[in-house]
T-cell receptor, first 113, second 115 residues
């Protein structure tokens, strides 16, 4: 079982619409959850962090966490062409003594004009 | 805002050669990490480092790899005898402390090409 799973996409969304990205994780004790954006050839860039059940909003981005279902999502409102990138879900598993984060394979998002 | 810096941005080496990738973590951070990303694949954890020793490593981090903090600012990843399959982007990251749930801060990466 993969530790962090995401649909690889590509997910194509029209400009101005809401993009919805999903992620599941296997370690039930995980405490910290992150969404990173990665442009081709670049390093991961933090978009959102979420640590407790519910929603966390920052501008056009909303992260949602449901620990009972082991599910994290990211909503991007009013999608812009610059949002076209690969979105990486990352989890800090409880078993890690060094607080490493584990990445999913990423979902490629394409915003079409 | 403080940044993690990595050098060089691109390193080309021949198979069997040793390479050293360099990182300067954020100055008040205590936990340091190396990740790698083979082209088209996921970002994979290699190793974490705290208090001048490895705190956790993955299966990828075999005897060909080593890490060091030679002084108060640099954090290095050495690959002793590079293989073709070591070609990847290598990212350094740091965190203030273990109990701090804040995310890792990543450097811009070093693209390693082994020919």
């Amino acid at each position: 079982q993969k530790e962090v799973e995401q649909n690889s996409g590509p997910l194509s969304v029209p400009e101005g619409a809401i993009a919805s990205l999903n992620c599941t994780y296997s370690d039930r004790g995980s405490q910290s959850f992150f969404w990173y954006r990665q442009y081709s050839g670049k390093s991961p860039e933090l978009i959102m962090s979420i640590y407790s059940n519910g929603d966390q909003e920052d501008g056009r981005f909303t992260a949602q966490l449901n620990k009972a279902s082991q599910y994290v999502s990211l909503l991007i409102r009013d999608s812009q062409p610059s949002d076209s990138a690969t979105y990486l879900c990352a989890v800090n598993p409880l078993y890690s003594s060094a607080s490493k984060i584990i990445f999913g394979s990423g979902t490629r998002l394409s915003i079409r004009p | 805002e403080p940044e993690v810096t990595q050098t060089p941005s691109h390193q080309v080496t021949q198979m069997g050669q040793e390479v050293i990738l360099r990182c300067v973590p954020i100055s008040n951070h205590l936990y340091f990490y190396w990740y790698r990303q083979i082209l088209g694949q996921k970002v994979e954890f290699l190793v974490s480092f705290y208090n001048n020793e490895i705190s956790e490593k993955s299966e990828i981090f075999d005897d060909q790899f080593s890490v060091e903090r030679p002084d108060g600012s640099n954090f290095t990843l050495k690959i002793r005898s590079t293989k073709l399959e070591d070609s990847a982007m290598y990212f350094c990251a740091s965190r203030r402390n273990q109990r701090d749930p804040t995310p890792l801060h990543f450097g811009n990466g070093t693209r390693l090409t082994v020919t």
